[in-house]
């Protein structure tokens, strides 16, 4: 059974991509730390509770998960959080945090499966990019760097798995409508138009995966037609 190993599975986009894919008849291991958000009754959906934070775990983590479900092809790395203000108001520990969620864990994890997908001459990992890896903004630094981070990483990590079978593709939301906004000052105006739906995001990543072998797609950028915002009180 073609399984997927899909990190943030418990909300937004990354459970929209998990209910896709289990719709579709794969098998999804999901990562998050809170799983009673997203319960699933169809079988076939390992839940992980795992602190994305705490890089020190990660590698023992997918070896175990690797040994339970070696038929693993296909990676969405996707959790992550918002923090959007200005850069001095960060301190050093709030810096460390965000970095190592929104873009080191994401190379760690891709790290720890990378040499399983190259042994089986097959793989896809995608790797959840934002508007924000294509232009800063200001409040925007910590988020902008990550996105960035992960933009230069995906290109990367593309070259060199080149003729191994591994695609690496980055896609790049604008604002899509999900619970990354309810700690946040602001979010997407109610408009059908003005955000980006999960299952919209999930219908793509499920079609680039059974995209034929010979052919790669790096990057997607999505938008709504509309960008209105807004603000909470
Ligand atoms: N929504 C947007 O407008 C938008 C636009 C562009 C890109 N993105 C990106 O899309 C990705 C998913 O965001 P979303 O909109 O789906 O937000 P969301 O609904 O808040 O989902 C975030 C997911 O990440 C997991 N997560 C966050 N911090 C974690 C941690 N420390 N350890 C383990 N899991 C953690 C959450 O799980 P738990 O809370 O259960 O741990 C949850 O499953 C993020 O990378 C975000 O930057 C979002």
Redesign the pocket.
């Known amino acids: 059974m073609k399984t997927a190993l899909i990190?943030?599975?418990?909300?937004?986009?990354?459970?929209?991509v998990a209910e896709y894919f289990l719709r579709n008849g794969m098998r999804v291991v999901g990562?998050?730390?809170?799983?009673n958000?997203?319960i699933w009754k169809g079988g076939d959906y390992i839940p992980i509770n795992?602190?994305?934070?705490d890089s020190s775990k990660l590698t023992d983590l997918v070896k175990e998960v690797l040994k339970n479900h070696p038929s693993i092809s296909t990676f969405v790395s996707?959790?992550?959080?918002?923090d959007f203000k200005s850069l001095e108001n960060f301190s050093v520990s709030q810096i460390e945090?965000f970095i190592?969620?929104?873009l080191l864990?994401h190379i760690i994890l891709s790290r720890a499966l990378i040499t399983h997908m190259k042994s089986k001459g097959e793989g896809n990992i995608f790797l959840?990019?934002?508007?924000?890896s294509l232009t800063g903004k200001k409040k925007a630094t910590l988020?902008s760097a990550?996105?960035f981070g992960l933009r230069g990483f995906a290109q990367s990590l593309k070259e060199e798995a080149g003729g191994s079978g591994v695609r690496v593709c980055l896609?790049?939301?604008?604002?899509?409508?999900?619970?990354?906004?309810?700690k946040l000052t602001f979010e997407?105006a109610e408009a059908f138009n003005n955000?980006?739906e999960?299952e919209d995001i999930a219908k793509i990543i499920f079609d680039l995966q059974s995209v034929r072998l010979g052919t790669i797609v790096e990057e997607i950028n999505l938008f709504p037609s509309k960008k209105s915002i807004n603000f909470k009180k």
């Not at 795992?50 to 934070?53: A, D, K, M, Q």
């Not at 996707?78 to 918002?82: E, M, Q, R, T």
């Not at 959840?128 to 924000?132: C, H, I, K």
């Open positions: 990190s943030g599975s418990s909300s937004g986009i990354g459970r929209a990562l998050a730390r809170d799983h958000k997203f795992v602190e994305l934070s996707n959790a992550g959080y918002g945090r190592n969620v929104n864990s959840m990019g934002s508007e924000a988020y990550a996105k896609i790049n939301p604008g604002m899509v409508r999900t619970p990354f906004f309810d997407p955000a980006i999960p």
